[in-house]
């Protein structure tokens, strides 16, 4: 039997196995092919998808409870009935909705884009919230989980109320029953209000920055050494802390200073993630930090 010439096409692998040499299919190379978007998605159409996305939000909310008719979306969303009819259409080009029976549901991407839609919008509102937090302590911002802090209160200071979040610091300070805090700051206010709830017999373990540590030894040398003596006020040296925190028994609270060491704003919350995330924080800082004794 006369040997069959190999086509050009073929590539004969060991055991005579014939593969096609994708290199030769039309539409690109190997190699090219490698490196385009799955089912031809471009970054341009990604970006569409998401404009569209945002724009149809209250919809795509209104569809999460579950399928509904034309008159029951008109009744949930502010649309009048050729907008909706516009966005439900788009929403079905998309494959994010079906029509059934009269009825219009989410598809499984279409439920997986809106749970994903609505955590976007959570976290978004959240950071928008804690802008002037998170823009003073810069590379740190990335640390803070704002999904916890959703319906944290924030105190800000401002012209005409220029002292307001150092009140609210006070405040919470003396409703603490044990405190666990670190700063980057001292302050009169600060070393009052600490000096006269422990003397009152409240604890607080503190960490404070080096600097932060020789500057109230010499300063205030005499309330640091009868707090410390009297053994409710734990000190720890550290170098590098991140902002202001302080936790109480189930608060915690973030600050932020401006150049003057004026407290600029005051982040609280009671959820109980944000309560865990800064006990891990706190914990991950003391495990670094130094003890100090007099």
């Known amino acids: 039997m006369t040997a069959e010439t190999p086509r050009d096409d073929v590539l004969v692998a060991d055991g005579g196995t014939d593969l096609v040499d994708d290199s030769r299919e039309e539409g690109g190379t190997a190699e090219e092919l490698d490196h385009c978007p799955q089912d031809g998605v471009s970054p341009d159409d990604i970006d569409e998808f998401l404009l569209e996305v945002v724009r149809r939000r209250p919809l795509l909310r209104s569809l999460r409870s579950g399928s509904a008719t034309t008159s029951d ?143 109230m030894l010499a300063e205030y040398p005499e309330k640091a050494y009868e707090t410390i003596t009297t053994g409710n006020f734990d000190v720890y040296a550290h170098d590098g802390l991140p902002f202001e925190l302080f936790i109480s028994e189930e608060k915690v609270g973030m600050a932020a200073h401006n150049a003057n060491s004026n407290a600029e704003i005051l982040v609280e919350c009671d959820d109980p993630a944000a309560v865990a995330w800064a006990e891990d924080v706190y914990s991950r800082h003391i495990s670094d930090a130094d003890p100090v004794s007099l």
């Open 73 to 215: 979306l008109l009744e949930s969303v502010d649309m009048s009935r050729s907008t909706l009819h516009r966005a439900i259409n788009s929403l079905e080009d998309r494959d994010l909705v079906e029509e059934s029976g009269g009825e219009y549901r989410l598809t499984s991407v279409g439920t997986m884009v809106t749970e994903e839609t609505e955590a976007f919008g959570t976290h978004t509102a959240a950071a928008l919230s804690l802008d002037k937090f998170l823009n003073s302590i810069d590379g740190h911002a990335g640390t803070v989980p704002v999904e916890y802090f959703t319906d944290a209160t924030v105190v800000r200071r401002k012209a005409r109320q220029p002292h307001a979040t150092i009140h609210r610091i006070i405040e919470f300070i003396e409703d603490a029953e044990r405190l666990r805090m670190f700063s980057t700051v001292i302050s009169p206010v600060y070393v009052d209000v600490g000096y006269r709830e422990m003397m009152d017999g409240m604890e607080i373990e503190a960490i404070f920055d080096r600097e932060v540590i020789e500057i």
